[in-house]
Structures are given as structure tokens and as C-alpha cells.
């Protein structure tokens, strides 16, 4: 094969059974189900619940599905990322667990950490290493048990997380199939940092009385600033991306957004003139699950793409960290 791009071959999810209404958080925190379908979108979220389960279980779910529905062994697997803002532990890292649960063993595996822009992180670093040749099956996850990190007394966070794995397969195609992870535009800005994070277990806080009393073992959020960069920068990163390959918002099949709320969802699509029923919008039915929202759309949505659809995937998060990825899907419809 001479140059090659690579394409999503397979996408898959996996969401834990059990359901966190409103209702339910109507009984847990001052908070009313008007007050978080009208601010957020968001209707009800998934918690993993059975005990001794962490991210890397939900990854595993997501992985294996993934392999059996592309007709993959472990084996053939020689390379695993996964994007998780809520890592098993501090290390080894969540990868590596995965790997082992799913019984891939040829592989390299590692980490990234970018908060809610994970996936997309991921899904860039290892379509490099693809265009390089290094790899030929590769697994991109983004897996969250934000349920973890979640303070259920705050209510201006605990009504947005849920917990969700989802994960896609990538393969080299040649760049004359024109399908496949086309261009990407990702930034960073770590003054971004004061308004979400959690402080808690790293080294400039290590676990001690002071950090459990303190509660800095859970997600901090000042919504409002949060919000605002949200929606400048996702709409700066799609209208870069899209611009640079004269793109115009006729020719976006579907734009891919990372679901942390709905009204910056709109907002996005508004100034950038997508019509909502080309946007995926499933934020109503997972809430923000963090790395594996964008994962989880496609995976919901599979059955209705088309090779060569032109998908603008785009996400914002701690760090800050955001971006946008166009991506031609390669296949039609479900497998
Ligand atoms: O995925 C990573 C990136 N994260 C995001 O993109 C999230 C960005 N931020 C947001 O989505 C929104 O800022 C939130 C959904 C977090 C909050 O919505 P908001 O419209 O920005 O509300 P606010 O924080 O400005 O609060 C408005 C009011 C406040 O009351 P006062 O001060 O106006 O009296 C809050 O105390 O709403 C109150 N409030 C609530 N009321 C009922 C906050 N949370 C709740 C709640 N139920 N759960």
C-alpha cells in the first residue's frame, strides 16, 4: 500500500444499565427536572454500579463488542488508546488493563488524558500513527466512570455526568479511497485550568485528610466561563477546520459534537449554520459522559451513515482542551 489515511472501520458502545433520572436527583440535591432539561438537555444518565468495577471494565465492554462485530481477534490488535479522564489509577495506566481484560497482547497501549476532548486526542494521535504505517488495527476507547468523581451533595455537577464506554477501529486505507481521519484542528490553553478540575491524589495534592475533607477528590466546575469558551471554541476549531479544505456547511453530512450540554450544542450549530437534524444529539439520554460521548453518537448513529459522508467531530474540555476533526466515514451503515 503506498500512503495511506486512516478510517473508522467499526464503532461500539457500552452503557451500564442502571438509570439516574432527574426525578432521582430531585430526591438527592435542591435541583428539579425543569431547572436541568431546560439548562442542560439532559433527561437521565447511566451509573456503574456493580461493586469492584472501574473505568477500564467499561472499556473492556465497549472493546470486545467492538471486535466481535469487525471480526477481529485480540491478537490482530497492535495498538490501543484509550482517552478516560477517570483513570483505574494513578498507573498502570488504563490501557494496559484494558488490553489485558480483552486478552490483546501484541499491542502498544497507553493513555491520554484531555478531560472531555480525550477522544478526539486519541483518535488523532493514533490515526498518525497509521499514516506513519506503524499500525494496521487499531483501537481508539474513550471509557468514563464519572460517577467516581462526582460529588452527589452538588448539584451544579452531579445532575451533568454519566458513565459510558464507546470504542472504533481504525484501519490504513489508501488516500485514493479518500475516507478516512482527513485534518484536525486542536488547541490547548491551561489558564483554562482554574475553572474545571480536579485537585485531589495528584502530586501537587496528594490523598491526605485534608484533600477527602476538603472534597477535592471530585469535579470542580465554574459553569458560566466554561460555557462561554465551550461555544467560542468549538465553533473556531470547525470553522478552521472546514475553511482550510473549503468546506462549506453544505457539504458536513454530520457534525459530531461532544455532549455537555445542549444549549452549547445549538449555540455551536447556530453560528455555524448546521441544521439540527444533522448534528447528533444524544446528551438527553447519557448525559455528559465525558471521553466516550463522541464515540457513543457514532456508534448510535452508525446505521445511518454513508461512505464518504464528510463528519465534523468536535469537543471542549478541562485544560482547557478543544478541537474539531474532519473525518469521510468509510462504510455504509450498520455492521
Ligand atoms: O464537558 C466539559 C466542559 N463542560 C461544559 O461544557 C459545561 C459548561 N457549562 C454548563 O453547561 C452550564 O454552565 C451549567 C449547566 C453547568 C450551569 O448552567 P448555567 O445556566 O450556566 O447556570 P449557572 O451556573 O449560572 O446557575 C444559574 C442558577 C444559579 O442560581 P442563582 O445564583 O442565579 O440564584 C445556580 O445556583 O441556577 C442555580 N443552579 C441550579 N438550580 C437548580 C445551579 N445548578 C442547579 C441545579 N438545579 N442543578
Avoid at 88 to 110: E, L, S
Avoid at 196 to 212: I, N
Avoid at 274 to 290: A, C, D, Q, S
Avoid at 318 to 334: C, M, S
Wanted: contains cysteine; hydrophobic residues 40%; glycine residues 8%.
Amino acid at each position: 500500500m503506498g500512503k495511506v489515511r486512516a478510517a473508522i472501520t467499526g464503532v461500539h458502545g457500552w452503557v451500564p444499565e442502571d438509570v439516574l433520572t432527574n426525578a432521582d436527583l430531585e430526591k438527592m440535591v435542591d435541583t428539579n427536572d425543569e431547572w436541568i432539561r431546560t439548562r442542560t438537555g439532559i433527561q437521565e444518565r447511566r451509573i456503574l454500579k456493580e461493586p469492584g468495577t472501574a473505568s477500564s471494565d467499561l472499556g473492556a465492554r465497549a472493546v470486545r463488542g467492538l471486535l466481535e462485530k469487525t471480526g477481529t481477534s485480540p491478537d490482530e490488535v497492535d495498538f490501543i488508546i484509550c482517552a478516560t479522564a477517570t483513570p483505574d489509577m494513578m498507573f498502570p495506566d488504563t490501557a494496559n488493563i484494558i488490553a489485558d481484560k480483552v486478552g490483546i497482547k501484541n499491542a502498544f497501549a497507553f493513555e491520554v488524558n484531555a478531560a472531555c476532548s480525550g477522544f478526539l486526542t486519541a483518535l488523532l494521535t493514533a490515526a498518525k500513527y497509521v499514516e506513519a504505517g506503524m499500525y494496521k488495527k487499531v483501537v481508539v476507547v474513550g471509557a468514563d466512570k464519572m460517577s467516581s468523581i462526582v460529588d452527589y451533595t452538588d448539584r451544579s455537577t452531579c445532575i451533568l455526568f454519566g458513565d459510558a464506554s464507546a470504542a472504533v477501529l481504525l484501519e490504513p486505507v489508501p488516500v485514493e479511497e479518500n475516507t478516512g481521519v482527513m485534518d484536525a484542528v486542536m488547541r490547548s490553553d491551561g489558564s483554562g485550568r482554574e475553572y474545571l478540575y480536579l485537585k485531589g491524589g495528584g502530586s501537587l495534592h496528594p490523598a491526605s485528610h485534608e484533600t477527602v475533607d476538603n472534597k477535592w477528590h471530585y469535579i470542580y466546575q465554574d459553569g458560566r466561563p466554561v460555557f462561554k469558551a465551550a461555544v467560542q471554541g468549538m465553533a473556531e476549531a470547525v470553522q478552521e477546520v472546514m475553511a482550510r479544505n473549503g468546506l462549506k456547511p453544505s457539504d458536513i453530512d454530520w457534525v459530531v459534537p461532544h455532549q455537555a450540554n445542549r444549549r452549547i450544542i445549538e449555540a455551536v450549530a447556530n453560528m455555524m449554520d448546521f441544521p439540527l437534524e444533522r448534528v447528533m444529539i444524544n446528551i438527553h439520554k447519557y448525559g455528559n459522559t465525558t471521553t466516550a460521548t463522541i464515540p457513543l453518537c457514532l456508534w448510535e448513529w452508525e446505521s445511518q451513515l454513508r461512505k464518504g459522508d464528510n463528519l465534523i467531530l468536535t469537543a471542549f474540555g478541562g485544560g482547557f482542551t478543544w478541537g474539531a476533526v474532519w473525518v469521510k466515514w468509510a462504510y455504509d451503515g450498520g455492521k
